[in-house]
Each structure stands twice: as structure tokens, then as C-alpha cells.
């Protein structure tokens, strides 16, 4: 100990100046981090509206695998695609659509899902039919006209590219009053938003929702 | 400037002063234009942008950086992935990590013309926080990375953000450019690329070991002007170069220069010249000085 503090004392000012320094940086770096993990958390959540493109991994994982190249994009014949300008409520450049805009046209050849990088749209979905942006609901069960007997209108099931499987219209009984109500069947349904396209009514009574917010699991809520 | 060195300097043409200058910008709006092409014209040759893309429909690229994020986050890299960040990687291995700063980079640009008008308009230094601090952000982003699960850097990133804006279209992003612009011009000069700015300080330390250098071969012909100096957005970096004397060697070794040339275009005694780090042969001592 006496021959450290001979060569060096311990108040060695160069060698504080240096601790402070580092101590001073790696403050204003939580800092930032901290900002930046919770902006991150935020921009995670993606607003409803927005659905990602087919094969694309749950939203954790597509956060972290997906690098904002917009290939995908690029590859969609039928400009689906967007990427989120800075500023949007979903993560800064990574794709999405709204299906009420343009829809998913559901290619046989996956385009986006073939020019993706990373995986982060993943190459095990070879079958469009199994693509998962979302599933139908018939929301609007009040606007529809078809359910409330304005007209037979039928624009969702007839813009489904699965007719008949993922969407059918159905015969209902009001008292004397029979009217149809398309019914989307959730284990056929991809989410490619065709039928939120068509609904003629100004604010669509079908909407494409996360599947997450409409499955039926099991079990009683723990309230 | 004393009056032999601005004489001198007024034999050399607008071209020698301003050739790297020119060449870089060359560079930069040529790569803008070919990522362009596409979107603007039609011509398909390259997909995507500085993030990742595919050039000709053959050759992937991609920001090794954002591999290593993703990585982070504990995602698998794909066979593509991991050829886009090799190629890449190797490119700025060799030619100098921080080319992708003063060559590519579209945010250069905007914090040139910051300088630029800082210069023009006497402001002082304003805040100057530590040159490691971009260290620190890069590891706080890995770090931010591994804890989300996400990319970290590219929710805020003004790199690919600038680029993003202009080849996909602008959303908010000139908001961006606005803060970059304001923060080199008002709070802190040359502030982002040399103090803050963690994909610089990835690409720094990618260049670590590269070929390409500067080196400051005739020293003995410097007449301590400092116009290097002035112009070098590292100034730090040229320092052991220059001054050093004997065997000290000649190259500029500090992984943050960028490799912009400036300091080869403003001399007036043609202190500085590129050249090939591992066949560099002028760092012995000279007996004689060239005129």
C-alpha cells in the first residue's frame, strides 16, 4: 500500500477527472436509454387499424427482427404496403396497411413475404391461406344493412377471396322478419381486410381486428 | 494564414482545393439518386434503403449495426442477413469505417451546411460533451435492445429516418432534419456526428484496422498554418500524425477520422495524401525535406 501511494496518491486528480467523466456519461445515457426503452413500449402498441403483412411474426418478435428496409414493400404489387412515416403511432419504418385504404390482395407467391431480409415476415408461411393479419368482425351489427334489412347487400361476402369458407351469409329469423348476416368464420379467415374495403356503410360494420382481442379461449375471467 | 502559405494557396486551383469535397458529395447524392431510381423513374436497380436492401435483385446489403441490434434482441439472423452485414461489414473494414459517415450518410449533409452556416456566423462551440459519448449511446442501445426486444436505435435514428423520408416518402422526418440542423447550428458544434451519434461510433470501431488512411507524409512541409485543423470535423485525430516527429508514424490511426479528405483539399503545402495502410512505407525518418 505505502509504495501505491508513492507512485500514485490517491487523490490523483487525472484520475478522478476521468471517474466523473465516465460517471457523468453513463448518466446521461440511462437516461436517454430509459427514454428511448419507453418510447419503444409505446410505439409497440400498435394502434388497431394497423395490421402487418402476412407471415409477420407476433409483434415482439417482429420489433426486434424486422430492420425497416421496406422490401417488402417495395415487392407488393398492389402498393398494400406502407412503411410508418416518424411520427405514426406504430414503430418508426416498420410496414403496415390499412385495410380500409387497399387491402391484403392475398398473392399465391407471397411477394413480400419472398423479399423479406431477416424473417421477420417468416418463410414458413408458404400458403396465403394460412396468413394471420387479423380476423373479421362484423362490428357495426346496428349499420349493417343487410342485418338490419335496409338491402341484401352482401359487398363483404362477395369481396372475400374465400367466399363461402371464411365469410357466409347466413339466414336469420327476426319474427316475421328474415334477413341475412354475413358470419365470418375465424379459423378460415386470413385478416385481408377486403371485406372492411367493400362494406358500403361510411364507417365499415366489419372491421379486421387482432385476433388476440376477438378469440374465444376457454376459461372463466378472473374478475 | 501567412502570406507565403495564402500565395501558395492561391496557385491552387478551385479543383484541388475543393476535390475530395466534390467527390463526396459526388457520393453521397449519387447513392440518394440510385436509391431513387426506383421510386422515381422506375429503374429497379436497388430495393429498400441504407437499413437493408437489394441491389439488382442479386446482391443483399445491410447495416451490420442493425444486425447486431437485432441479434441483440435475440433474433436469429437469416442466411441473407448475416451476407448483407458480412459484405457490408467488410467494406467499411477495409476501406474505413467512417466512410459510411462522410461518404454515405445522408445526415452529413445537413450537419455540413450547420457548420457551415456556425462558421459563417461566428457562433461559438456551444455544449461540448464528451467524443466518447456516442460510445456510450452505442452500447446503451445494444443494451436497450436486449431488454425490449426490439431495434432500439431505429425508433429515434436520424440516419435511416432522413433516408426512409426521401425514398419512401416524408411523413414527419423533416422534423428530424430540423433537430439535427438546429442542434449543430445553435447548442453544440459539429455536435451529432462527432459527439453523439452511435451508428458513427459502430462504424468507428468497424474501422478499427483499415486499409485506407490518411497520412500526413510530408509534415515536414507543414508550416503550421492550421487549416487542417480548422476544416477536420475530429481535429483530434490529426494531431499524432502531424506533430509526431522521427519514426512516430505518419498515418492518422484514430478510428474517427472519417476519411472525408478535407485536410488533403485545404492545405496549401500538400501535407496530406491518401494512402494503403499496410504498404505505407514513409514512416521512416527523412534526411531530406521536399521543397
Known amino acids: ?153 352482401q359487398a363483404c361476402y362477395l369481396a372475400c377471396p374465400i367466399k363461402d369458407e371464411a365469410i357466409t351469409m347466413e339466414m336469420k329469423q327476426d319474427g316475421k322478419r328474415v334477413y341475412f348476416e354475413p358470419t365470418v368464420h375465424r379459423e378460415q379467415c386470413t385478416g ?10 361510411m364507417e365499415a360494420a366489419i372491421k379486421v381486428l387482432p385476433r388476440a382481442l376477438v378469440r374465444h379461449d376457454l376459461g372463466l375471467h378472473s374478475a | 494564414m501567412n502570406e507565403a502559405v495564402a500565395a501558395r494557396a492561391a496557385t491552387r486551383g478551385f479543383f484541388k482545393r475543393q476535390r475530395w469535397l466534390l467527390f463526396r458529395r459526388l457520393c453521397q447524392f449519387g447513392l440518394l439518386g440510385l436509391f431513387l431510381l426506383g421510386p422515381w423513374f422506375g429503374v429497379w436497380w436497388v430495393k429498400g434503403n441504407l437499413a437493408a436492401s437489394l441491389w439488382f435483385d442479386v446482391i443483399p446489403l445491410e447495416d451490420p449495426y442493425f444486425a447486431l441490434q437485432s441479434l441483440a434482441a435475440t433474433h436469429h439472423l437469416t442466411r441473407t442477413a448475416l451476407i448483407g452485414a458480412a459484405l457490408v461489414a467488410l467494406f467499411y473494414g477495409v476501406v474505413g469505417g467512417r466512410v459510411y459517415c462522410s461518404w454515405v450518410c445522408p445526415v452529413n449533409v445537413i450537419t455540413d ?35 425490449s426486444g426490439g431495434i432500439a436505435w431505429e425508433l429515434v435514428n436520424p440516419v435511416t429516418m432522413v433516408q426512409r423520408a426521401l425514398v419512401f416518402g416524408m411523413g414527419a422526418a423533416w422534423a428530424i432534419v430540423a433537430a439535427v440542423f438546429l442542434f449543430d447550428l445553435l447548442v453544440s458544434r459539429r455536435g451529432w456526428c462527432g459527439h453523439l451519434c452511435p451508428v458513427g461510433a459502430f462504424y468507428a470501431v468497424l474501422g478499427q484496422r483499415a486499409a485506407v488512411r490518411v497520412a500526413a507524409h510530408e509534415r515536414e512541409a507543414c508550416t503550421d498554418c492550421g487549416d487542417c485543423f480548422a476544416v477536420c470535423p475530429e481535429p483530434q485525430v490529426i494531431t499524432p500524425a502531424l506533430r509526431g516527429t522521427g519514426s512516430a508514424t505518419r498515418l492518422v490511426l484514430d478510428s474517427a477520422c472519417t476519411n472525408c479528405g478535407r485536410c488533403i483539399d485545404v492545405c496549401a503545402d500538400d501535407v496530406f495524401k491518401f494512402t494503403l495502410r499496410p504498404r505505407y512505407q514513409g514512416d521512416a525518418p527523412r534526411s531530406t525535406t521536399p521543397s
Open chain 1, 1 to 153: 500500500m505505502a509504495n501505491h501511494n508513492e507512485s500514485k496518491p490517491i487523490h490523483d486528480p487525472d484520475r478522478r477527472r476521468a471517474l466523473m467523466r465516465g460517471a457523468q456519461a453513463a448518466g446521461a445515457v440511462s437516461l436517454v436509454g430509459l427514454l428511448l426503452g419507453s418510447y419503444g413500449e409505446q410505439a409497440a402498441s400498435r394502434p388497431i387499424g394497423a395490421l402487418r403483412p402476412p407471415g409477420a411474426l407476433a409483434e415482439d418478435d417482429f420489433l426486434g427482427a424486422c430492420v425497416r428496409c421496406g422490401l417488402c414493400v417495395r415487392d407488393c404489387p398492389y402498393d398494400t404496403l406502407k412503411l410508418a412515416p416518424f411520427g405514426a403511432s406504430l414503430a418508426t419504418g416498420t410496414p403496415y396497411f390499412v385495410a380500409r385504404d387497399v387491402p391484403c390482395y392475398m398473392c399465391k407467391d407471397i411477394p413480400c413475404v419472398a423479399a423479406c431480409p431477416t424473417d421477420a415476415l417468416s418463410k414458413q408461411l408458404t400458403d396465403i391461406r394460412n396468413a394471420d393479419m387479423g380476423v373479421a368482425v362484423v362490428v357495426g351489427t346496428d349499420t349493417c344493412y343487410s342485418i338490419n334489412g335496409i338491402a341484401h347487400c
Open chain 1, 192 to 201: 385481408c381486410g377486403k371485406c372492411e374495403k367493400d362494406c358500403v356503410v
Open chain 2, 113 to 147: 451546411v450547420a457548420h457551415w452556416c456556425r462558421e459563417r456566423l461566428h457562433l461559438p462551440p456551444g455544449w461540448r460533451p464528451q467524443r466518447a459519448l456516442r460510445h456510450w449511446l452505442l452500447g446503451m442501445s445494444l443494451v436497450v435492445s436486449a431488454l
